[in-house]
């Protein structure tokens, strides 16, 4: 199958409802996350004993919601969203939707549904999804542990992974991608395990690709702490300087999340399409995947199939 590159830039415009709707959602969860994180540490500083207690409750409790919102209610953007990006590299033209926030997400809560059936198995699918991968991940760099008699190899595969374990993170974008794209299929279950199989034998063609997304991240992140830690450093001293790097963590979050993961997003599938096409299926490695990973064998168990009728089917 013959794929569409997209550009970020592209990207960003023919997304921009769902850019819209995901900067609104993580507005009013920053919004929050600052009001508890400046009364926190107000706690923290004046309050004694039981205020830094109640101080660092309230910072905690504020990013366990964020991590809530981020988990339940954006999800079903984040869907529709990459299924958006995916019908351009699909087709090579910007999807025709709707616009409108109700709109926005009345169609990604259908784009799930329409490939899981319901929200709860996507959530169930994305977990399971993301944890194989990690676990695949750990097994193939077993496998290039061979490497370690060359002198400096051991600290490069050491580089090489904390590279693919940042970039890790939007490989589950790029697998619910593959769902999405591959309409033929209506077994998504199957379709979520060819699509872990294909990266596990694409992995090496996608890494300068993750160099740049880590790379990107780290750069952006470390900026913006900085910042933070150096403007209230000036104005407020010591203390201006630890409320300057709790604005700057709150800063840095949401811009990730609205920028910065959609920017990773893109390059991650686009290099995942790149990596993947033209190849077989190599349907040995679904034996050698379940062994290496229990939720990938999981995922497998779910297609009502076991592995040597996956193998036959392809």
């Known amino acids: 199958m013959k794929y569409n590159r997209i550009s970020v ?11 819209a709707v995901r900067t609104l959602v ?29 101080g660092l409750f309230i910072i905690i409790a504020s990013i366990a919601f964020s991590k809530w919102v981020e988990r339940y209610i ?14 351009y590299i699909r087709t090579g033209n910007a999807p025709q939707t709707e616009k409108g926030y109700k709109n926005v997400l009345a169609f990604g809560t259908e784009t799930v549904k329409k490939y899981f059936g319901s929200t709860n198995v996507a959530f169930i699918a994305d977990t399971l999804i993301s944890k194989s991968v ?3 991940m750990r097994f193939l760099n077993r496998i290039g542990n061979f490497l370690s008699f060359i002198p400096g190899a051991a600290k490069l595969i050491e580089i090489i992974s904390m590279v693919l374990g940042i970039a890790l993170n939007y490989i589950d974008e790029a697998i619910l991608s593959y769902i999405f794209m591959h309409g033929e299929e209506t ?16 992995w090496k063609k996608m890494i300068k690709g993750a160099a740049k997304v ?15 830690l150096f403007v209230g450093l000036i104005v407020a001293g010591g203390s201006g300087a630890v409320i300057g790097f709790f604005a700057g963590y709150i800063i840095m979050y949401a811009l990730n999340k609205i920028v910065i993961d959609l920017y990773a997003t893109v390059i991650m599938i686009n290099d995942y399409y790149a990596a ?39």
């Open 214 to 228: 880590a790379i990107s991240i780290i750069v952006f992140r470390f900026a913006v702490l900085a910042l933070g």
């Open 9 to 19: 830039k592209d990207a960003f415009r023919v997304t921009a409802p769902f850019i």
């Open 276 to 314: 993947i096409e033209g190849q077989a299926l190599q349907t040995d490695l679904y034996a050698k995947f379940s062994k290496a990973s229990s939720k990938f064998k999981e995922l497998i168990g779910k297609t009502n199939q076991g592995v040597e009728n996956i193998e036959i089917a392809n």
């Open 26 to 54: 993580y507005l009013v969860t920053t919004i929050i996350m600052v009001l508890a994180g400046a009364i926190g540490l107000l706690l923290m500083m004046k309050g004694g004993g039981i205020g830094i207690y109640l």
């Open 134 to 136: 990690n676990q695949i």
């Open 74 to 87: 954006l999800y079903l953007i984040k869907a529709g969203h990459i299924f958006t990006i995916t019908e």
């Open 187 to 202: 077994n998504s279950w199957k379709k979520a395990c060819d699509a872990i199989v294909y990266y596990g034998q694409s």
